[in-house]
């Protein structure tokens, strides 16, 4: 018994240096923190109503994406955009997402666009680029968050009657 007293005794004294552990600080678990978040991608991509059913979160961007391009295409469809510019068939629009779901659009022209009026179409896009169905916000860690995006939108060519 007394053999098994002193190792006791022994395990006791010897064993307090393992809840000796150094707790980190705040400071060094929010650094840790802050360092593993990847803050170049979303949690949720942004998404309108008909792509919250689609489980997925590649398939949920991409029906995303085709949703606001077909949309962007049909609102410049009314316009004379592909009249005045026929050898304009693309444009490129930076589409941002604000937290608090509005929308902002920027049409994108390479730098050496001179044969372009990029203030006329600018502002023809911001007089249809309007009412739009609800978009919600990209999500980072729960919480919305502001994104941006390119969106290649193709003009279509209308036939003059």
């Given at each position: 018994?007394?053999?098994?007293?002193?190792?006791?005794?022994?395990?006791?004294?010897?064993?307090?240096?393992?809840?000796?552990?150094?707790?980190?600080?705040?400071?060094?678990?929010?650094?840790?923190?802050?360092?593993?978040?990847?803050?170049?991608?979303?949690?949720?991509?942004?998404?309108?109503?008909?792509?919250?059913?689609?489980?997925?979160?590649?398939?949920?961007?991409?029906?995303?994406?085709?949703?606001?391009?077909?949309?962007?295409?049909?609102?410049?469809?009314?316009?004379?955009?592909?009249?005045?510019?026929p050898e304009l068939d693309t444009i490129e629009v930076r589409v941002t997402i604000f937290?608090?779901?509005?929308?902002?659009?920027?049409?994108?022209?390479?730098?050496?666009?001179?044969?372009?009026?990029?203030?006329?179409?600018?502002?023809?896009?911001?007089?249809?680029?309007?009412?739009?169905?609800?978009?919600?916000?990209?999500?980072?860690?729960?919480?919305?968050?502001?994104?941006?995006?390119?969106?290649?939108?193709?003009?279509?060519?209308?036939?003059?009657?």
């Amino acid at each position: 018994m007394k053999q098994l007293f002193t190792f006791l005794i022994i395990f006791l004294f010897n064993s307090c240096q393992y809840f000796d552990k150094q707790v980190p600080s705040e400071k060094e678990l929010l650094q840790k923190e802050l360092k593993s978040i990847n803050w170049k991608e979303v949690d949720e991509y942004p998404s309108v109503a008909e792509c919250e059913k689609i489980g997925g979160k590649k398939l949920r961007q991409q029906c995303f994406f085709e949703v606001m391009s077909k949309l962007i295409q049909s609102k410049l469809d009314i316009d004379s955009l592909s009249i005045l510019y026929p050898e304009l068939d693309t444009i490129e629009v930076r589409v941002t997402i604000f937290p608090n779901a509005t929308m902002k659009f920027e049409p994108q022209f390479p730098k050496d666009s001179v044969e372009y009026d990029t203030i006329k179409i600018d502002s023809i896009l911001h007089a249809r680029l309007i009412d739009f169905p609800k978009v919600n916000p990209g999500i980072k860690r729960g919480i919305p968050v502001k994104t941006q995006f390119i969106l290649p939108v193709i003009l279509k060519e209308k036939e003059n009657l």
